[in-house]
């Protein structure tokens, strides 16, 4: 069985740093790229950040790039979101998901809050 | 970078047929994937690729593309359907970038 369990979310002030993390479980994890989606309270899903298998290649949305960096371990089945330069609009559910063809996202975690606020 | 658009809100009555729609560039070069989104809970899968269905899906629900539209229908609109739906794919501008609709509400009356 799938399964993506993030951690790392929480409250923290605008301009300062965050790291999430995302540990992957029931599937060889570096045969697949990994995303980073995130979800604004009430909003629809935003695309952040990918990676692929082997951290080749990588791309961000335009809202974050510069300010964020995805990366991963393979040896630890873990993926990562460094989130630097936090502003109140980052505040959002944040859910690491799979990678499969074409752009299809065919597993979610639950989800780590991350609330940008002083 | 592209974009998705989405009907923000559909609605269908018990047991009929809806269909959901999802425009955009990049539906004219990539597969619009699919995703059901009940509240409290992360998106779920129902379909990518042509038209095909993850373990689990129902045959109720399939896929279709024409142009710049993707389409997801669901034939007998069941109660447990109401949901959010989301479409994606991977963006024109980038080999990993992907894009989501804005989603659409379903409601089922």
């Given at each position: ?11 923290v002030?605008?301009?300062r740093?965050?790291?999430?993390s ?5 599937f060889?994890?570096?045969?697949y ?8 309270p009430?909003?629809?899903l ?10 080749g290649?990588?791309?961000y949305?335009?809202?974050v ?25 980052d505040t959002?559910?944040y ?10 996202v ?13 | ?20 729609t ?13 995703y ?10 129902v379909?990518?690729?042509k ?7 129902p045959d ?25 739906y ?5 963006d024109?501008?980038?080999?990993l ?13």
């Amino acid at each position: 069985e799938v399964q993506l369990v993030e951690s790392g979310g929480g409250l923290v002030q605008p301009g300062r740093s965050l790291r999430l993390s995302c540990a992957a479980s029931g599937f060889t994890f570096d045969d697949y790229a990994m995303h980073w989606v995130r979800q604004a309270p009430g909003k629809g899903l935003e695309w952040v950040s990918g990676i692929s298998w082997n951290s080749g290649s990588i791309g961000y949305a335009d809202s974050v790039k510069g300010r964020f960096t995805i990366s991963r371990d393979n040896a630890k089945n873990s993926l990562y979101l460094q989130m630097n330069s936090l502003r109140a609009e980052d505040t959002a559910l944040y859910y690491c998901a799979k990678g499969a063809a074409a752009g299809t996202v065919d597993y979610w975690g639950q989800g780590t809050l991350v609330t940008v606020s002083s | 970078s592209s974009e998705l658009t989405q009907d923000p809100a559909v609605s269908v009555a018990l047991g009929q047929t809806v269909r959901i729609t999802c425009q955009g560039d990049s539906l004219r070069s990539y597969y619009a994937s699919w995703y059901q989104q009940k509240p409290g809970q992360a998106p779920v899968l129902v379909i990518y690729g042509k038209n095909n269905r993850p373990s689990g899906i129902p045959d109720r629900f399939s896929g279709s593309s024409s142009g710049n539209t993707a389409s997801l229908t669901i034939t007998g609109a069941q109660a447990e359907d109401e949901a959010d739906y989301y479409c994606n794919s991977r963006d024109s501008s980038g080999n990993l970038d992907v894009v989501f609709g804005g989603g659409t509400k379903l409601t089922v009356l």
